[in-house]
């Protein structure tokens, strides 16, 4: 059996902010100290993904197609209190590209978040990508006329799906589902299309109910693994971190190598206050991704809620050695060296922030300062 969880929120599901907002508000709360300025936090991509509740995707333009123009856009937003997109300017991609990027990118709105119990700006970068059709659309469309009709409903769904057409996607899946009922696959991306929409109410029930099938009934070979985590991540985003926790449980008891496995049982161990036993289930996530420097940088958040100064630098600086430009680590660690009273060193990392991320920057010598 292979893990097929297929979910953007699970791709790089271990780059969630739930930590680094963790981590600077114990910083700062270990620190001693507390600061009137506004507080501004800097989110990776997929974690400000995660945060969207409203997405645009961007036209593409006609000048563009003839041109044969594609690829990547990265448009760098600033999200107000509020959750709307207060600024934006593109930091890379092609020249026809940008204004349509742009564009798009003005219209997403997020889910307010808050740090220390008050609510905070946010940025991050989008990542809008063009794709030229060169008709396969049309060669797709042909090669589903020889398809089962629920799974040509199946494959309809999960190219909705990769383009954010969630109510269409839904549609789809639902179809194909009534005319296999017991095509667990249909069902776990049913779930999945609901999850991603943040619908997870609904994708919950969608979940629980495929698997109260019988093995008897299901066609075919299909993991339930899949559908344990599209449940667990359902329960967590409603709050059910026990649930959750034993979901996710699950899924590591049937496949316990899968790394995004691992780091999600972590998170929501985290946040039900569980930390020594996220602890051990970091410490795995370590063992299959050596190189993955976030994980060390969590480890680091957990030690400090325990008030361990000394592995929480321990492990900031590993996460530093694995990835040089890791602002938030540069960050946690000078909080850190400020919160021991090493003012010389905290001063060090500021001036390597001050490089890579100057919000942050700014907040650390704030804090020095104080």
């Not at 114990?26 to 001693?32: D, F, P, R, V």
């Not at 197609?65 to 990265?74: I, L, N, Q, T």
Request: with cysteine.
């Amino acid at each position: 059996m292979r893990l097929i969880w297929g979910c953007r929120l699970e791709k790089k599901i271990c780059e969630s902010i739930i930590v680094v907002s963790l981590l600077f508000s114990i910083s700062l709360a270990q620190a001693g100290k507390t600061s009137d300025a506004e507080i501004s936090v800097r989110k990776s991509g997929i974690a400000l993904e995660q945060e969207a509740i409203k997405r645009v995707e961007p036209v593409f333009p006609p000048i563009a197609k003839a041109a044969r123009a594609s690829g990547e856009v990265k448009v760098e937003v600033t999200i107000d209190k509020a959750g709307k997109v207060v600024s934006a300017r593109v930091l890379s991609g092609h020249p026809l590209l940008r204004d349509s990027a742009l564009a798009a990118a003005r219209q997403w709105k997020f889910r307010p978040i808050m740090v220390s119990g008050k609510p905070a700006k946010f940025s991050g970068i989008l990542t809008f990508n063009f794709v030229l059709d060169d008709g396969k659309k049309s060669e797709a469309e042909v090669e589903r006329k020889n398809l089962d009709p629920s799974e040509a409903r199946l494959d309809r769904g999960t190219d909705l799906l990769k383009s954010y057409r969630y109510d269409e996607a839904i549609a789809e899946f639902r179809e194909a589902i009534r005319l296999k009922p017991d095509n667990l696959f249909a069902h776990y991306k049913l779930g999945l299309a609901y999850v991603e929409a943040g619908r997870y109410a609904e994708g919950e029930a969608t979940c629980e109910g495929a698997l109260a099938i019988t093995r008897e009934k299901q066609s075919g070979e299909f993991d339930l693994s899949n559908l344990l985590m599209c449940l667990g991540e359902a329960k967590f985003r409603l709050g059910k971190d026990d649930e959750a926790i034993n979901a996710f449980k699950r899924v590591v008891e049937m496949n316990p190598k899968i790394f995004d496995v691992q780091i999600r049982l972590a998170h929501a161990l985290i946040r039900k206050g569980a930390n020594e036993e996220a602890i051990p289930a970091l410490k795995k996530c370590l063992a299959l991704e050596p190189k993955n420097a976030l994980v060390p940088y969590i480890l680091a958040g957990v030690y400090l809620t325990q008030g361990h100064l000394d592995e929480v630098i321990t492990n900031l600086k590993s996460a530093i050695k694995l990835d040089p430009n890791y602002a938030e680590a540069h960050f946690g660690l000078g909080m850190a060296y400020s919160a021991i009273g090493d003012k010389q060193a905290a001063l060090k990392e500021y001036r390597i922030i001050k490089k890579l991320d100057p919000r942050l920057a700014q907040q650390l010598l704030s804090n020095i300062k104080q």
